[in-house]
Structure formats: C-alpha cells, structure tokens
C-alpha cells in the first residue's frame, strides 16, 4: 500500500499539521483517512479531541462514540468518551461513559458520589 493510502502514514502527517498549528487542517486529514478505513482507532480518537477543540461537539462525540465500538472492552476508551461528554456540558452520558469504564476496570459503577462524601449524609 503506498503512503496515500496508508492510514497510519497518513495519520502521521495529519498529527504533524496538529503540532505545527493548524487543527482545521489536521482535522481535514483525518476526515480523508476515515473515508479510506473508517475503523481506524487512531483516526477517530484523536477527531473526538480535535473536533472537540474546534467546538464541533456532536462530531467529537461521533468519533469518540465509535472508539467504544471499536474497542467496546477497552476502559480507556469509555472514559475518553466520558471526558469529551464532559467538556460537552453532557454530564449524565458522561457519567454512563464512566460508569462503563469502571465495570470494564472490574470497579463498581459509580453512583455520583465520591465515596469520601458520603458519610456527610
């Protein structure tokens, strides 16, 4: 496969219009390599937190929600879907976003309240 159409190579180049400044730009690329495969981890973990720096909201909670599809048993990526809900002012799907992490983590799912708190009842 040559570089064109090499997700990771493509996913290199897009990271480095990131580091160099231009998100809009990075994020553009990114978008190319989904078209090319769709299910390319990398690609749609780092839309989520681009798009999300953009104030693209529903497009980072697209990406992010599609990590968890990809990796569904992967706690990391339920708690990057938490985060980005979070900054998303979208606290009760985030708050099921980290409940999932948890159990993936084999910890109880939270029930809100830090367990510290809870003797001030």
């Given at each position: 496969m040559s570089d064109a159409q090499d997700p990771n190579a493509l996913y290199d180049a897009a990271v480095a219009l990131k580091e160099d400044g231009n998100l809009?730009?990075?994020v553009d690329a990114l978008l190319k390599i989904i078209e090319i495969d769709p299910d390319h981890l990398h690609t749609n973990m780092a839309l989520g937190v681009y798009l999300h720096k953009l104030g693209r909201f529903e497009e980072a909670i697209k990406y992010?929600?599609?990590v968890t599809e990809i990796q569904p048993n992967d706690p990391f990526?339920?708690?990057?879907?938490?985060?980005?809900?979070?900054?998303?002012?979208?606290?009760?799907?985030?708050?099921?976003?980290?409940?999932?992490?948890?159990?993936?983590?084999?910890?109880?799912?939270?029930?809100?309240?830090?367990?510290?708190?809870?003797h001030a009842q």
């Open positions: 809009e730009g990075a992010a929600v599609r990526s339920f708690t990057q879907l938490s985060v980005i809900y979070q900054r998303c002012n979208r606290i009760p799907e985030a708050e099921d976003a980290m409940a999932k992490a948890h159990v993936l983590q084999g910890r109880p799912a939270s029930t809100g309240q830090p367990e510290s708190s809870k």
